[in-house]
């Protein structure tokens, strides 16, 4: 099943959503063009700008030339960072479907701190329980767990249309549908702690993506409602 669009109306124009999309676009084509170069100048841009655990464990004990706030940068370049057309497709769909309601509801500069702050602490929950993983992790997923949790909170019936291939459309409620994506991704991050996988090879970041969401609905019951908004949206 995949998400195509929701039923909530917005009453303002999503600026930083669009934004945000642009910049993420923008920057997967300059990976496309350092990739064309080199593969290996493509690997060594997404371990010198992805989260690596591994690099802050080190900074953290001590044993690593980098320091721990030089490395926290790598947390805010991660988010712009995409590993493959799918990859970037599939977060930017998810942000253009549920961001402009969060940004509608915050306001725009309101809705850019939420939105890094969730990426921020989904990049920590994965450095936390990715403890020596040597694969840099990257993405906006995150960050859009985190509009996805805020999302879950405000909106929870409003009616998401789902596609289910080859042919088949239909609507389920917000609550249904980020309530099993995020159960989905916890119980995917827990099967993996207790079967002991390897933290050294690559993957989805399941746990980034938990600790965004939590992010997201602990950052929207404690951020206000833009000034004027109900006023604004009864014109």
Do not use: C
């Amino acid at each position: 099943m995949f998400p195509i669009r929701d039923d909530t109306p917005r009453f303002s124009t999503p600026y930083i959503t669009y934004f945000i999309i642009a910049l993420n676009v923008v920057v997967f084509l300059f990976e496309l063009s350092v990739g064309a170069q080199s593969h290996r100048a493509l690997n060594g841009l997404m371990y010198q700008f992805g989260v690596v655990p591994l690099h802050f464990e080190r900074a953290l004990a001590g044993t690593s030339n980098a320091s721990l706030p030089a490395l926290s940068l790598t947390i805010l370049t991660s988010m712009f960072l995409h590993a493959s057309w799918l990859h970037i497709i599939g977060n930017m769909w998810f942000l253009w479907i549920f961001g402009d309601n969060i940004e509608d509801y915050l306001g725009h500069f309101s809705y850019l701190v939420f939105y890094l702050v969730s990426g921020f602490a989904a990049m920590g929950t994965h450095i936390l329980l990715n403890a020596g993983s040597n694969v840099p992790a990257l993405g906006a997923s995150g960050a859009i767990a985190g509009v996805m949790g805020g999302y879950f909170v405000l909106y929870p019936r409003a009616r998401v249309m789902m596609w289910f291939p080859p042919i088949f459309f239909f609507y389920l409620p917000a609550w249904l549908v980020l309530g099993y994506w995020f159960l989905t991704q916890f119980l995917s991050g827990a099967a993996t702690q207790i079967a002991g996988a390897s933290q050294g090879t690559g993957g989805i970041a399941v746990w980034a993506h938990v600790g965004g969401f939590v992010a997201g609905i602990v950052l929207i019951k404690l951020m206000p409602e833009r000034r004027g908004r109900n006023r604004y949206a009864a014109w």
